[in-house]
């Protein structure tokens, strides 16, 4: 158990809706990353907040939106969903923002979204 | 750009025998490299890194993995494969110019380990 956690760990949902993903990061640790893993693109990074602000963005599409809270939870939307974004969605945490070497993220189970 | 390469998309070893997963890396600039291990139906879970030092890196579960800088490899080993160790395994390697903060993954390598 990493220490991550996500929620729901399943969702079904239809073309054209919006859900929301939830993610709680390790205790103490300031940054959320948020993948997209699918069969024909693997692991792809979307986003990284990093206490509360927006610090990378990687291949993110514009239907998709995140945000950190206070507390350091962190919610993925997705919106007017097609097909496609079926998906493992995963948050990992790590302690930094990320610049130091050391730094290692930490993954939590994941939250299977099935669009139909 | 960063970028990993998991040559093998399938590695099949018999329980007790040595296993090799392979990893190549291309980056500009120093590498600090990864690996993970995905469980069935589970989150990925962090098994060791190199980011200075040793070539040769001892991780989680008995992992370890050696870093070989002419080779620009990084493969991931162990001595003696259990059946719990098939799963599927990922090798990253972290953005070092413009984006510290971006982990890039190889496609994944799935390890079966037949009793």
């Known amino acids: 158990d990493s220490g991550v956690t996500q929620t729901p760990k399943h969702l079904i949902t239809a073309t054209g809706q919006r859900v929301t993903l939830r993610c709680s990061p390790r205790s103490g640790d300031l940054s959320v990353y948020w993948y997209q893993q699918s069969l024909d693109q693997g692991l792809q990074f979307l986003i990284q907040?990093?206490?509360?602000?927006?610090?990378a963005k990687g291949n993110i599409l514009e239907r998709f939106s995140a945000q950190q809270f206070p507390d350091l939870h962190s919610e993925l939307n997705l919106s007017s969903l097609e097909l496609g974004d079926s998906a493992l969605y995963f948050c990992?945490?790590?302690?930094?923002?990320?610049?130091?070497?050391?730094?290692?993220?930490?993954f939590g189970p994941g939250t299977r979204l099935t669009v139909l | 750009a960063q970028s990993v390469a998991q040559p093998e998309d399938q590695v099949n070893v018999a329980e007790g025998n040595p296993l090799t997963v392979k990893c190549t890396y291309s980056v500009s600039g120093n590498p600090y490299l990864f690996w993970y291990v995905q469980y069935p139906n589970r989150g990925l879970q962090f098994l060791l890194k190199?980011?200075?030092?040793?070539?040769l890196v001892k991780g989680s579960y008995g992992f370890e993995a050696e870093f070989n800088k002419s080779q620009t490899s990084f493969h991931l080993k162990k001595p003696s494969a259990l059946v719990s160790d098939s799963a599927l395994y990922f090798c990253?390697?972290?953005?070092?110019?413009?984006?510290?903060?971006?982990?890039?993954f190889g496609s994944g390598t799935k390890l079966n380990v037949k009793p």
């Open positions: 907040y990093y206490n509360g602000e927006e610090r």
């Open positions: 990253a390697v972290r953005d070092t110019n413009y984006n510290f903060n971006k982990f890039y």
């Open positions: 990992a945490s790590s302690v930094t923002s990320g610049r130091a070497m050391f730094d290692t993220q930490y």
């Open positions: 190199y980011i200075t030092g040793d070539n």
